[in-house]
């Protein structure tokens, strides 16, 4: 007798990778959504001409600041509950109602309100990809995800600020319409994303990997992840100006108009994505020198934004800038994620996220207190500062030892 009965071909773990591996993709494409807002920053401030300048720069820079305190709330409760999914759609909820509401906002500390309840939901959102990636992965699936998820993040850049800038051109209140774009990532978690079981990761990973134990000393706020800390924080302050400050220099240069700057800044998030594409290639060869790389390519492009006095040479240097920060987050993730307990890697993924947006929102004041300091009105003075620090990076990173345990764990052996 002949059985109809259907049989899965895809193994149950493969299965259950596959519907964890849309969900952070869904999660990651809204990690860089705050910039859709953005581009209508002039249009707002026209609107709302008695808000002084740095009340408006808020609505951009806001979220940042509320999320710090959100990413470490929510990388406390996953450590200690697990509860991905729950909190995947609060954040989501939070994040697709503070980004649309301004639309029908008629008052400036209306919209500032929600870009806080924004910034909230942006939080809780920010360590979950990171965490759920280092808990369920490992092996070279691992640097593979982490790279596809930072991929999918500059993706979701690249839109969401197309969309905002494109409906942000009919009035300054549509540019908050681009929120919308939420609702899939939103619907995919309902229905894909289930909260990982408290044992060990896929069983598709090479059974010897989950045996591996860090090298002694590497735990939570040790030296070690101090150091990565006091890294990511740092390299949060020296990516902004690139985004902050590139309409300003190209304005006032003569290199173009906005358009122009809207072009570098793509551009720029083109690089991203190609870096972080390309992270899981180099990780398996270069190991721990993809960070040395990481800050060649900063340093290379800060120099080419100091003397680009063209356009395309302006441009080329956004896009190597941008290869770099592509590599930034799944490179740190991945190598502070090896090192720490299982238990903490949750925790570990929204302290590293939360000094990184932490050094976001403090890099303009940081730049303008140094150049109020030493009378500096250089335009690109921020781009010389860039350019200081990732050389010292360069070779700081020269030195960096890729332990025995560290290369297991990346490329295992068959």
Known sequence: MIDFKWHNPIPEARNQDLLIGISLLALTFTSMATGASSPALASIGGAFPNAP?????????????????????????????????????????????????????????????????YGCGSGFIAPLAPALTLTHFSGSRLSNQLSKNSAMSNIGGIIFQFIGGLLGSIGWRYCFLSYSLLIPSLVIILILLRDPPASAP??????????????KGHKLFSVFFVSWSVFYFLYGVLICPIITDTSAVILQSGLGDSTSAGLALTVFTIGGFTGSFSFKYMVKRIYKQAMTLLAILGFAGSVLLIFAYNLPIYVAGAFIFGAGFGISLPAVVLFVGISVK?????????????????????????????????????????????????????????????????????????
């Open 53 to 117: 300048s740095p009340l408006l720069s808020m609505i951009a820079t806001l979220p940042l600041l509320v999320s710090v305190p959100a990413s470490l709330i929510c990388g406390q409760i996953i450590s200690k509950t697990g509860k991905y999914r729950i909190m995947a759609i609060i954040g989501l909820c939070l994040m697709l109602f503070g980004g649309l509401a301004p639309f029908t906002s008629n008052r400036f500390e209306k919209i500032i309100a929600w870009r806080a309840l």
């Open 202 to 215: 896929s069983p598709l990973i090479n059974p010897p990997v989950e045996q591996i134990k860090p090298v």
């Open 342 to 414: 299982e238990s903490q890697k949750a925790v570990a993924a929204s302290i590293l996220l939360a000094l990184y947006s932490s050094g976001n929102f403090f890099s303009p004041l940081l730049v303008s207190w140094i150049k109020t300091i030493y009378g500096i009105t250089y335009i690109r003075f921020s781009y010389v500062l860039s350019a200081v620090c990732f050389a010292a990076l360069i070779i700081r990173f020269i030195f960096l030892k890729t332990y025995a345990y560290e290369r297991e764990i990346l490329c295992p052996k068959k």
